[in-house]
């Protein structure tokens, strides 16, 4: 295992920083067990996972999440997630609807909720992860702590973006009054929880540590293959 360490402050990008790849060091996403030594893809000496410097594919997927998921973005404004059928009529709301609607009632508070974790919050997250995933495919050095500070803040935040699906089931189960008002919910709502998983598993297929990769360092660690079997880190003893 590795002991303690102390960070290494540098206001220079593309300093030279000893990092665990190149000490030759692999730690398993599961046991968090640290090998010396180890090759990509060989199986942890503890648990069996097989041992990568970075997420596989992580670009590749993050990218194929984030496409499908601004493809749903837009059937999930536009299409409504909500339709209310009474006595005069049907009515069908979509989430800016439904925010212009609380708006105009004077409810601003609750107006403002909705826009923000429905609107705001989902196109933020899309913004920021292709923000991060094009400046990682590209090996660039800008604002490093930054990036690493807005994909933490998406990271927090996801858990708010599920707000107009959890009161469009609230309402479709209370509010079944045959003959006067049925809610239902709308294709929207089922676009819109798409866009919400998509971005999810867009931020968790991503692999943070490829923000602070510059570009010798990722064909480095590609062609890095090291003759010596797995073995475990720890200290021969003398005979």
Known sequence: MIGPFRPVEDDQDEAPVAT????????????????????????????????????????????????????MYIPANLLPVMITRTLFGAQYDTILSGVIYFWVSGAYGLAAIIFIASFLVPLFKLTVLILLALLAQRASGWRRPERAKLYHIIEVIGRWSMLDVFVVSLLT???????????????GIAAFGSVVVLTMLASL?????LSWDSRKQQEAEREHEPEQPLRDNREEKPA
């Not at 189960?173 to 294709?187: E, P, S, T």
């Not at 297929?205 to 540590?209: A, K, L």
């Open 20 to 71: 665990a790849a190149s000490l030759g060091l692999l730690a398993c996403p599961h046991c968090d067990a640290v090998w010396r030594d180890a090759r990509e893809g060989e199986p942890c000496g503890r648990c069996g996972t097989h041992l990568y410097t970075r997420k596989p594919y992580s670009l590749n997927r993050t990218w194929a999440f984030l496409i499908a998921a601004c493809i």
């Open 173 to 187: 189960g209370l509010v079944q009054i045959q003959g006067f008002a049925v809610i239902n919910a709308g294709v």
């Open 205 to 209: 297929s991503f692999d943070p540590r």
